[in-house]
């Protein structure tokens, strides 16, 4: 998760970042006849997928202590309003710059692209990345990072915002899927380094999809 995971930023890194191991989820066959839309499978999927990862011992963010009576993640219900279709900008001329992160480390990244797309009727914007070093990992190619922060962090969800994973399209638009934001792996544990979120990837507005914050009682 981007990394982040957990990008070196990515959602994605293991104890030097918010683990790279973050990838996209596959669709579970048994879900679809059973949800409404496809729209809906997939998100279930994904969130069905998401909590077999955290009980996976090799795989999950979370100590011992919490892994051990881990019982699913928070989410909000599926909202197919929070999929939505947005112009993907390529940035041409955009220079490496280090992220900072929740440690002293710094991960360089690339402002690879914009999205920018219309959510309740306003139009919103935010910057993709790219990482130069992860992309040279077999799987992560096409890979993009994409953080944010909105009006539920510190209420709802996580106070540092959250995470999302794109692909690099092959056109001029792109399918963002808010139901798939997740949360930084250092909000499960503080030996994962995460990158922060720009300050230019706030959406006035509250997204009610995806993880919620993590409650560690």
Known sequence: MYRFTVFSLLAIFVVVGCKEAKKYHDEKPN??????????????????????????????????????????????????????????IRITDAVPFLMPTTTDRKSEEVVYG?????LDGRNFELEVYQNPELIKEKGYEDYLFLPFTDLTNGEETYGGGRYMDLRIPNGNRIT?????????????????SCPLVPAVNHLDTRILAGVKDFDKK
């Open 114 to 118: 914009k999205v920018r797309f219309i």
């Open 31 to 88: 879900l679809v006849a059973k949800a409404p839309t496809d729209k809906i499978a997939d998100i279930l999927a994904h969130q069905l997928k998401l909590n077999e990862e955290f009980r996976d011992p090799e795989e999950s963010p979370l100590p011992d202590r919490f892994r051990k009576d881990f019982n699913g993640l928070d989410f909000f219900a599926p909202d197919t309003n929070y999929v939505i279709e947005a112009d993907f």
């Open 176 to 192: 963002i899927d808010f139901n798939k934001a997740y949360n930084p792996y250092c909000v499960y544990n503080k030996k994962y």
